[in-house]
C-alpha cells in the first residue's frame, strides 16, 4: 500500500535549521513532491515544490535524491512563527493523491 | 488578493440531518479538491474535480456523500443523512493544472467545522 511516512514530531530552537524527511517509495514518475504548512484553525499553505534534485525558495529549501524516494524539506534559521505542521504530498503510482500525517515542528525561543 | 471561500464557517447538527457544505475556488482555477481532516486520520482526500468533471471521488463515502460543481464558481459537498463520525474540519482547495502534470499548488479555504451530535 502506497503511503508518505513522516515524523511525528521534532523540536528545535529559535535560528536552528529544521530538516524534516517525507518517504513515499511508490511516488509517480511524472510527478511533482509539495509540501505545505498548516496552523491551528487554518487551512494547509503551499511552501515548496519540486521534482528533483533541490529547489530553493524565500523560506524553504526541498532536497530530493535521484531514487525520489524521499525528499528532505529545509527550514533555515526557524523562529517561533515556524511553529506548525508541516505535511509532504504526492501522487503514486495509481494516480492516488495522499497527504502524510504530517509533522509538528515546535521552535521554542 | 484571491482566496477560496468555504460557508458555513461551524455547523453544529444533529444525526440524521443533511449537511451542505459550499466551496468558492479561486477565479480561473481549474481544479476542485474536498479533504476532511481530523485528529485520528488526518488530512482524507474525498474528491476532487477538474474542469468541473470528477476525477477522483473513492476516498468519499458514497451512500452518504456527494460532490458535485453545478459552475465553476462553485463546489458543493453534501452528507445526508449525516452521523457523528463524519465530526471533523472539511477544507475545499482549488488548483491550476498547466500541462500534463498530475499535481497542482493547492489553495485550501479556511475550512468548515462540523460538530454532528
Known amino acids: 500500500l502506497a503511503k508518505t511516512t513522516q515524523p511525528i514530531s521534532m523540536d528545535s530552537y529559535e535560528g536552528q535549521e529544521v530538516n524534516i524527511t517525507c518517504s513515499h517509495n511508490?511516488?509517480?514518475?511524472?510527478?511533482?513532491i509539495t509540501w505545505y504548512q498548516q496552523f491551528p484553525s487554518q487551512g494547509p499553505r503551499f511552501i515548496i515544490q519540486?521534482?528533483?534534485t533541490k529547489v530553493t525558495n524565500e523560506v524553504a529549501s526541498l532536497f530530493i535524491p535521484a531514487d525520489r524516494k524521499s525528499s528532505t524539506l529545509s527550514l533555515p534559521r526557524v523562529s517561533l512563527s515556524d511553529t506548525a505542521v508541516y505535511y509532504c504530498?504526492?501522487?503514486?503510482?495509481?494516480?492516488?493523491?495522499?497527504f502524510g500525517a504530517g509533522t509538528t515542528v515546535t521552535v521554542r525561543a | 488578493d484571491a482566496r477560496v471561500t468555504q460557508t458555513p464557517r461551524h455547523k453544529v447538527t444533529e444525526m440524521g440531518q443533511e449537511v451542505t457544505m459550499r466551496c468558492q475556488p479561486i477565479?480561473?482555477?481549474?481544479?476542485v479538491f474536498w479533504y476532511r481532516q481530523t485528529m485520528m486520520q488526518g488530512l482524507e482526500l474525498l474528491a476532487y474535480?477538474?474542469?468541473?468533471?470528477?476525477?477522483?471521488d473513492s476516498g468519499m463515502p458514497k451512500d452518504r456523500f456527494s460532490a458535485e460543481m453545478p459552475d465553476a464558481t462553485l463546489a458543493t459537498l453534501k452528507i445526508q443523512p449525516s452521523e457523528p463520525r463524519d465530526s471533523a474540519v472539511y477544507f475545499c482547495?482549488?488548483?491550476?493544472?498547466?500541462?500534463?502534470?498530475?499535481?497542482?499548488?493547492?489553495?485550501f479555504g479556511p475550512g468548515t467545522r462540523l460538530l454532528v451530535l
Open positions: 474535480f477538474r474542469n468541473r468533471a470528477p476525477l477522483d
Open positions: 504530498l504526492v501522487v503514486f503510482n495509481d494516480y492516488k493523491l495522499s
Open positions: 482547495a482549488s488548483g491550476l493544472v498547466i500541462g500534463a502534470g498530475l499535481q497542482e499548488t493547492q489553495y
Open positions: 477565479l480561473g482555477h481549474n481544479t
Open positions: 511508490n511516488i509517480a514518475t511524472n510527478d511533482y
Open positions: 519540486g521534482y528533483k
